[in-house]
C-alpha cells in the first residue's frame, strides 16, 4: 500500500484530538477545545456563522483521518476496476493527497 504523501523533510504536527466546540462564553466568544483543555481558536462572528464554523473546525481531526484513510483505501480498490472508473479514483486519491498536505501544512 502507497504511503501517505509527505512534503519536504519536517512535518507539521496539529493538536491532537478530539477537539469540541464551547458553548457561547460571556464576551460573546465559542472557542474549538481539547479535553485537556487546550484553546484550538476562538471564534466570534456578528453575522451568526460561529457556531458552524467552530463545529466544522472542531471535526478536522475526524475529517483529516477519515481522509487518510480513504487516501490509502483506495490503492486496493484500483486493483480490479474499469478504466473509468480507475480515473475516477485517481483523480479522488489525487485531491485527498492534496487536501492532507494542505491539513498538514505542508501545501
Known amino acids: 500500500m502507497r504511503e501517505l504523501p509527505q512534503k519536504g523533510e519536517g512535518m507539521n504536527e496539529h493538536t491532537p484530538g ?3 466546540p464551547t458553548g457561547r462564553q460571556a464576551d460573546g466568544t465559542i472557542a474549538v477545545c481539547t479535553p485537556r483543555p487546550t484553546t484550538i481558536c476562538l471564534l466570534q462572528d456578528p453575522g451568526g456563522n460561529d457556531e458552524a464554523n467552530a463545529r466544522l473546525i472542531a471535526a478536522a481531526p475526524a475529517l483529516l483521518a477519515a481522509l487518510e484513510l480513504c487516501y490509502l483505501g483506495m490503492e486496493g480498490v484500483k486493483i ?7 480515473c475516477a479514483l485517481s483523480t479522488v486519491q489525487h485531491e485527498a493527497g ?3 498536505r494542505k491539513a498538514k501544512g505542508q501545501a
Do not use: F, K, Q
Open 18 to 20: 478530539p477537539w469540541h
Open 80 to 86: 480490479s476496476r474499469s478504466v473509468e472508473t480507475l
Open 98 to 100: 492534496i487536501a492532507i
